[in-house]
Nanobody, 125 residues
Protein backbone atom coordinates (compact mmCIF):
# COMPACT_ATOMS: atom_id res chain seq x y z
CA UNK A 1 0.00 0.00 0.00
CA UNK A 2 1.30 3.44 -0.95
CA UNK A 3 -0.24 6.70 0.16
CA UNK A 4 0.47 9.80 -1.87
CA UNK A 5 0.01 13.39 -0.74
CA UNK A 6 0.46 16.31 -3.13
CA UNK A 7 1.37 19.82 -2.10
CA UNK A 8 2.47 23.10 -3.65
CA UNK A 9 -0.40 24.02 -5.90
CA UNK A 10 -1.69 27.56 -6.09
CA UNK A 11 -2.37 30.59 -8.25
CA UNK A 12 0.21 31.95 -10.67
CA UNK A 13 0.18 34.37 -13.57
CA UNK A 14 0.70 33.20 -17.11
CA UNK A 15 4.39 32.88 -17.87
CA UNK A 16 5.20 32.15 -14.26
CA UNK A 17 6.48 29.04 -12.54
CA UNK A 18 5.18 26.69 -9.89
CA UNK A 19 6.42 23.48 -8.35
CA UNK A 20 4.25 20.73 -6.95
CA UNK A 21 5.44 17.84 -4.81
CA UNK A 22 4.11 14.43 -3.93
CA UNK A 23 5.22 12.67 -0.78
CA UNK A 24 4.80 8.91 -0.58
CA UNK A 25 4.48 6.72 2.46
CA UNK A 26 6.04 3.30 2.80
CA UNK A 27 9.41 1.78 2.04
CA UNK A 28 8.61 0.65 -1.49
CA UNK A 29 8.52 4.03 -3.23
CA UNK A 30 11.53 3.21 -5.40
CA UNK A 31 9.79 0.14 -6.79
CA UNK A 32 7.15 2.27 -8.51
CA UNK A 33 7.38 4.38 -11.61
CA UNK A 34 5.65 7.67 -10.91
CA UNK A 35 3.46 9.90 -12.98
CA UNK A 36 1.69 13.23 -12.92
CA UNK A 37 -1.77 13.70 -14.38
CA UNK A 38 -4.15 16.63 -14.50
CA UNK A 39 -7.87 17.01 -14.77
CA UNK A 40 -10.34 19.80 -15.45
CA UNK A 41 -14.07 19.61 -14.84
CA UNK A 42 -15.90 17.51 -17.38
CA UNK A 43 -12.73 16.10 -18.91
CA UNK A 44 -10.84 12.87 -18.49
CA UNK A 45 -7.66 12.73 -16.47
CA UNK A 46 -4.78 13.70 -18.76
CA UNK A 47 -1.24 12.35 -18.63
CA UNK A 48 1.40 14.99 -17.98
CA UNK A 49 4.72 13.27 -17.22
CA UNK A 50 6.25 10.11 -15.85
CA UNK A 51 9.56 9.04 -14.41
CA UNK A 52 11.35 5.73 -14.06
CA UNK A 53 11.98 4.01 -10.77
CA UNK A 54 15.54 5.22 -10.50
CA UNK A 55 14.75 8.67 -11.83
CA UNK A 56 17.05 8.44 -14.81
CA UNK A 57 14.38 8.43 -17.49
CA UNK A 58 11.43 10.73 -18.01
CA UNK A 59 8.55 11.02 -20.45
CA UNK A 60 6.29 13.99 -21.17
CA UNK A 61 3.07 14.83 -22.91
CA UNK A 62 3.67 16.98 -25.97
CA UNK A 63 1.66 19.79 -24.40
CA UNK A 64 4.17 20.26 -21.57
CA UNK A 65 7.43 19.13 -23.14
CA UNK A 66 10.13 21.74 -22.69
CA UNK A 67 8.16 23.56 -19.98
CA UNK A 68 7.64 20.96 -17.23
CA UNK A 69 10.24 18.81 -15.49
CA UNK A 70 9.50 15.72 -13.44
CA UNK A 71 12.04 14.48 -10.91
CA UNK A 72 12.15 12.25 -7.86
CA UNK A 73 14.19 11.79 -4.71
CA UNK A 74 13.91 8.20 -3.55
CA UNK A 75 15.68 8.99 -0.29
CA UNK A 76 12.85 11.41 0.52
CA UNK A 77 10.07 9.32 -1.05
CA UNK A 78 9.07 12.35 -3.08
CA UNK A 79 8.32 13.12 -6.70
CA UNK A 80 8.28 16.66 -8.05
CA UNK A 81 6.84 18.52 -11.00
CA UNK A 82 8.48 21.83 -11.87
CA UNK A 83 6.24 23.87 -14.15
CA UNK A 84 7.64 26.82 -16.08
CA UNK A 85 6.17 29.14 -18.70
CA UNK A 86 2.72 28.32 -17.42
CA UNK A 87 -0.31 28.95 -19.61
CA UNK A 88 -3.97 29.40 -18.65
CA UNK A 89 -4.68 26.03 -20.28
CA UNK A 90 -2.44 24.40 -17.68
CA UNK A 91 -5.09 25.19 -15.07
CA UNK A 92 -6.25 21.90 -13.54
CA UNK A 93 -6.13 19.67 -10.52
CA UNK A 94 -2.79 17.91 -10.60
CA UNK A 95 -2.49 14.33 -9.34
CA UNK A 96 0.52 12.18 -8.71
CA UNK A 97 0.26 8.45 -9.18
CA UNK A 98 2.31 5.31 -8.71
CA UNK A 99 2.40 2.38 -11.09
CA UNK A 100 3.83 -1.13 -10.82
CA UNK A 101 3.57 -1.56 -14.59
CA UNK A 102 6.70 -2.53 -16.46
CA UNK A 103 8.59 0.45 -17.82
CA UNK A 104 7.84 4.08 -17.14
CA UNK A 105 6.13 5.44 -20.26
CA UNK A 106 2.76 4.62 -18.80
CA UNK A 107 0.28 7.23 -20.00
CA UNK A 108 -2.99 5.47 -19.23
CA UNK A 109 -4.49 6.42 -15.88
CA UNK A 110 -6.03 2.97 -15.49
CA UNK A 111 -2.56 1.44 -15.25
CA UNK A 112 -1.68 3.41 -12.14
CA UNK A 113 -2.23 1.68 -8.82
CA UNK A 114 -2.21 4.53 -6.32
CA UNK A 115 -3.28 8.15 -6.52
CA UNK A 116 -2.94 11.26 -4.45
CA UNK A 117 -5.84 13.53 -3.60
CA UNK A 118 -4.81 16.22 -6.06
CA UNK A 119 -3.70 19.82 -5.80
CA UNK A 120 -5.20 22.77 -7.67
CA UNK A 121 -3.05 24.77 -10.05
CA UNK A 122 -4.61 27.91 -11.46
CA UNK A 123 -2.90 30.04 -14.10
CA UNK A 124 -4.39 33.46 -14.66
CA UNK A 125 -4.14 35.29 -17.97
Amino acid sequence: QVQLVESGGGLVQAGGSLSVSCAASGRTFSTYAMGWFRQTPGKEREFVASISRGGGSTYYADSVKGRFTISRDNAKNTVYLQMNSLKPEDTAVYYCAATSAVGFRTTLAIRYDYWGQGTQVTVSS
